[in-house]
């Protein structure tokens, strides 16, 4: 774990944090005295309130805004706030007037402190309804015994879905009812490379992983995950989604997901990981969601929404879309497409826009599809294969010498470019019809390394 931090204070890193955030939304308030960011809606509405420990930026606070959260209670990193700062939001700082919901994820602290201020609410005459997500797969019915699951990244799927149906008007019962449903239909896992570091705390060092181990199932507060393992990335995703989807698994099998079913994949970053690695991450989701398990999802939204600090390590979450029964054939597409101006949710793409894929998609194949003429020079396609090959194995096989004088006159690209360029024109040679046509087989390669090779290597 890293332990390095700019601000070392986590009092400090708290107040801090939460002031930032009406800075970039300026529809929003900060009652730093209660660690409360709020927003009051141009007309009456349902208020969704949330909350939990700092320590999961963008959860919550930068999740309030027109269409998602009104109001957010933090407490300090990784710890519930109090049940007298969630009663100020409720009382003082939400509109009140058609009803309040309470989104909590399922953690001792917070179902505590959230339900104390929900039933004191009641008291003073507030209509206020509470929806406990558990939606972590990483913990099996035999070790959550009464507590049941931990709440992790899918919460922000039921807190996007009931803020859009309350901006729409709809009743508590209604945005109450549906909160229930898309949590009841909700299952997530998350792994992680490492644990993260609290600033302020010394946090033991004898139980971190060790090079290339993976913890599966790990919490977002540090918790032990259901086992440890040395995988590939292809073999650690293969055995989340089994853990979210397989039905044999009768101490973790919570949802009833099949290939007939409408679902949304929501994969989350933990905190550390590179956009670029997520995206990386993000295909072999997808690509093995469909493959191994026939499920294609309907929508893949792709970013940090609940974060664990630092944490190296990212979650899968799986949403099962159901029928909401609500007046006007709304649906749980619309809701969760619905624009929100909340500064940290990310997903920005229209219903229009998801609908218009698949039809894209097949104009872009025909666009790419180029017939090349054929010319009379010939060759032997056995001999052109051999050479091309003997050449390109012995590329590859020097491409740490490139890099390391790339290194040191250039950018150090250049080794591995050239490995990419040739593994692709190898793996294009194993894959394309067999040519004896000269100008067919060099189109087949420069198309290859126009694709696969970039930076200076690749243009020459």
Request: proline content about 3%.
């Amino acid at each position: 774990m890293s332990s390095k931090h700019f601000i070392h204070d986590p009092t400090h890193l708290v107040t801090t944090a939460l002031q930032s955030i009406p800075y970039t939304n300026p529809s929003v308030r900060c009652d730093i005295e209660n660690k409360i960011i709020y927003t009051t809606p141009a007309s009456p509405q349902v208020s969704i309130v949330s909350g939990g420990g700092s320590g999961h930026e963008p959860s919550f606070a930068s999740f309030v805004g027109a269409g998602l959260l009104s109001g957010a209670v933090a407490g300090t990193i990784f710890a519930s706030p109090s049940a007298e700062q969630v009663r100020r939001c409720i009382l003082h700082r939400v509109d009140k007037e058609k009803g309040v919901l309470v989104v909590v994820m399922n953690y001792t602290g917070d179902v505590l402190n959230f339900g104390m201020a929900v039933e004191k609410a009641r008291a003073a005459g507030i209509e206020v309804d509470m929806v406990v997500v558990g939606d972590d797969a990483g913990v099996g019915r035999e070790r959550g015994g009464k507590v049941g699951r931990r709440g992790i990244a899918g919460t922000v799927l039921v807190q996007k879905i009931a803020g859009a149906l309350a901006a729409r008007g709809a009743s508590l019962k209604d945005v109450t009812r549906v909160a229930q449903l898309v949590a009841d239909n909700t299952v997530s896992i998350g792994s992680s490379l490492s644990h993260v570091h609290v600033p302020g705390r010394r946090e033991p060092e004898d139980d971190e992983l060790k090079e290339g181990e993976v913890e599966i199932g790990m919490g977002i507060h540090n918790e032990a995950g259901s086992e440890r393992k040395k995988t590939d990335l292809p073999g650690l995703v293969k055995t989340m989604l089994e853990h979210c989807l397989d039905i044999a698994d009768q101490d973790r099998s919570f949802s009833s997901i099949d290939e007939k079913d409408e679902v949304v994949l929501l994969i989350n970053n933990l905190g550390a990981v590179s956009p670029l690695e997520l995206g990386g991450i993000t295909k072999e989701v997808v690509e093995r969601l469909e493959g191994s398990f026939k499920i294609k999802p309907v929508r893949v939204l792709a970013g940090t929404f609940m974060t664990s600090l630092n944490g190296l390590g990212f979650s899968i979450s799986l949403l099962k879309v159901a029928d909401l029964q609500l007046g006007g054939g709304l649906s749980l597409l619309e809701l969760l497409d619905a624009p929100a101006e909340a500064s940290g949710w990310s997903a920005a793409i229209s219903s229009g826009t998801w609908q218009k894929r698949r039809q894209q998609a097949e104009a872009e194949k025909h666009e790419d599809a180029e017939e090349v003429q054929p010319s009379t020079l010939r060759i032997d396609p056995a001999q052109a294969q051999s050479a091309l090959k003997a050449s390109l194995d012995r590329l590859i096989s020097v491409e740490p010498d490139v890099t390391r004088y790339d290194t040191i006159v250039g950018d150090g690209d250049c080794g591995i470019g050239l490995k990419r360029g040739a593994e692709a024109i190898l793996k294009m040679l194993e894959t394309a019809k067999s040519t004896d046509d000269v100008l067919i087989l060099l189109n087949n390669i420069i198309q290859v390394v126009e694709v696969s090779m970039d930076g200076t290597s690749g243009a020459m």
